[in-house]
């Protein structure tokens, strides 16, 4: 009879862990979608710093600099090529997912994606925050060559209620 409860307690830990681990294998998809995203606003404050587009003190926030305030939707990158400008919009009707939020194209049930089964993906559950701001120097004033990015990409997983988030930090300086 212990035999049969320890074995039963066993049992059922294991099959805790097995559910758990089959609950994030769901949302490892999205996971990497999360983190591809912030690491793509990352990538557009060092492109628009690298390729001169705008001048250092336009690397701010909106009404300031060039790049949105708060949490936005992710859209499509307007002229600049830059993600989470102020000039971002509606992906074009002829999208993937049509007009609206960004997506991403998945493959389909062949596993081999460019083929005709391929799927869509809307990310209109993700938004995605970029905040910049001032680093200071060890006196208290405000480093005019350096300043810190915080890209924030925030998510309700499929079938969920709770929100994720996933954060990337860096410094930029004024030097490429």
Same mark, same amino acid.
């Given at each position: 009879m212990i035999a049969i409860a320890i074995m039963s307690i066993g049992i059922l830990t294991l099959i805790a862990a097995f559910a758990s681990a089959v609950a994030t294998t769901q949302t490892s998809q999205e996971n990497l979608i999360a983190r591809q995203k912030a690491m793509e606003a990352m990538e557009s404050v060092y492109t628009a710093r690298n390729s001169q587009q705008i001048a250092f003190a336009q690397i701010a926030n909106f009404p300031t600099g060039i790049f949105t305030a708060g949490a936005t939707q992710l859209l499509c990158s307007g002229t600049d090529g830059l993600v989470n400008t102020t000039d971002d919009a509606?992906?074009?009707?002829?999208?993937?997912?049509?007009?609206?939020?960004?997506?991403?194209? =998945?493959?389909?049930?062949?596993?081999? =994606?460019?083929?005709?089964?391929?799927?869509?993906?809307?990310?209109?559950?993700?938004?995605?925050?970029?905040?910049?701001?001032?680093? =200071?120097n060890p006196d208290g004033t405000v480093n005019a060559t350096l300043k810190q990015i915080t890209v924030t990409v925030s998510y309700i997983p499929t079938g969920s209620t709770t929100t994720r988030s996933y954060t990337v930090n860096s410094l930029i300086s004024a030097w490429r």
């Open positions: 509606n992906c074009p009707a002829n999208a993937p997912c049509a007009a609206g939020p960004e997506c991403v194209v =998945l493959p389909g049930p062949d596993g081999i =994606l460019g083929t005709s089964d391929d799927q869509a993906m809307s990310l209109g559950n993700f938004t995605r925050q970029v905040a910049i701001s001032n680093v =200071l």
